[in-house]
């Protein structure tokens, strides 16, 4: 995968191989780094269960300490990460993102529900700027039409470390409690963080720099007010926000799903949605990505339709999953909905950081994951408790299973929004263009 990415290079790559040889080396930094991110980032998922009967909380009390206080803390700090990495070094800023995310995130065994709930607010304002940095930084290893694939690349690192955290952290939870899953998944990151000092090199921004005043860095405003302009990346964002929502809401509480409903013991049902859901994810994220690129390259267009048909594919899945009760048809189609539901992001990734200035992509990269952050990775765990809580009385345990497909059933408006993205694509693009000095002209949309 590394070497499939890495064999793009420009004219100035042929006359320096050892900035090719950076580059090379920058990929599997920025996706270890990624792989560092999720890791603590998704920690909750598999501790779910031992932390409701330690500390007899319900489910709707559950899915608001999942991540809502992690998205609460990357929105209060993403304008400001999004800013500094515009201006400054994205490897900076990614090393201490990643090195106190970890710090915070292992103190999170003192002081209870509380303690929780500060430290993984705290570890969710560190982790602000680790997406827009990475995703700005790739954007400027490769050119557009590589851009999905590297994005996708990205996202299999995210999914990475999703399947350790279920995996090692499922194992570790079983045998260590809880505490232990969280110094493990902080100090992970720390260490991560202190290897990339070293090692990672900050690319190059010269490839898509703006003819003129290249050394001016727009205002906020204007650059919201240029983003506001760019409608697909606008209906991209908002389809995004969405579909992380319910995949966040489905991924979550798919353990608690496995335990209560199939007897599974949590080292069980961590495994199995490590390897069946979270692991699958990987393969889906990057062959949407290759196959987004493909058709992009005759119709750029495919870059917003792909993600469409695997977000529809992913819904029909998970909603047929929530409904069988054989274990078999339930794992098969929980291989599949995971097989589907991760293309999108990437893509995704892609329109956002290619339809905007480069030197707006920092503040635009804010805008993609913090919004999915705090709305979809905050609230979807939320909305799946609180749907399950109260349909308890309706259902008793069952009530799982139609939270999860009700929650399921708003992809229906985020299909929609992607297909509405299609419209705008070569309008934003030509605007874009104009902007840069080349020459287009704006068109209307169609």
Known sequence: MTDRLAEVDDCADSAAPSRSFRRSLALPLL??????????????????????????????????????????????????????????????????????AGL????????????????RTMSGAFHAPCGPAVTSM??????????AAAMSAYIVALIAGNVLNYLIGG?????????GVLVLGGAASAVVGAILMPLLQEPDQSRERPKTSAAEIPSLMPTLKFIWQQRAVVHVIAACVL???????????????YVRLFDFTLSQAGTAVGLGAVGVC????????FVTDKLSRRDQRWKTGVPAVAIAISSLA????????????????????????QVHIGPAWAVSQSLVPPRMRGRAATILSSTPTLLGVGLGPALAGGLSQLLIPHFGYQSIRYALGGVNLLNVVVIFWYLVAMRYMRADQARLDLYLGKSATPSASF
């Open 31 to 100: 996706l270890g780094a990624g792989a560092a991110s999720s890791f603590t980032t998704s920690i909750m998922g598999v501790i779910l269960v031992p932390i409701q009967k330690e500390f007899g909380l319900t489910d709707s009390n559950l899915g608001l300490l999942v991540n809502t206080g992690f998205g609460l803390g990357i929105v209060i700090t993403a304008l400001p990460a999004g800013y500094l990495i515009d201006r400054s070094s994205r490897k900076i800023a990614l090393v201490l993102a990643l090195f106190f």
């Open 104 to 119: 915070v995130t292992g103190l999170g065994v003192f002081g209870g529900v509380l303690g929780i709930l500060m430290t």
């Open 138 to 147: 790739l954007t400027d290893l490769y050119p557009a039409e590589r851009r």
């Open 171 to 179: 194992y570790v939870a079983g045998h260590y409690g809880w505490r």
């Open 243 to 257: 579909g992380i929502t319910t995949m966040s809401a489905t991924m979550v509480w798919l353990v608690p799903f």
């Open 282 to 289: 990987g393969f889906g994220a990057l062959i949407g990505g």
């Open 318 to 341: 998970v909603i047929l999953m929530v409904t069988v009760h054989s274990i078999y048809w339930a794992i098969a189609l929980m291989v599949l909905w995971s097989s589907c539901i």
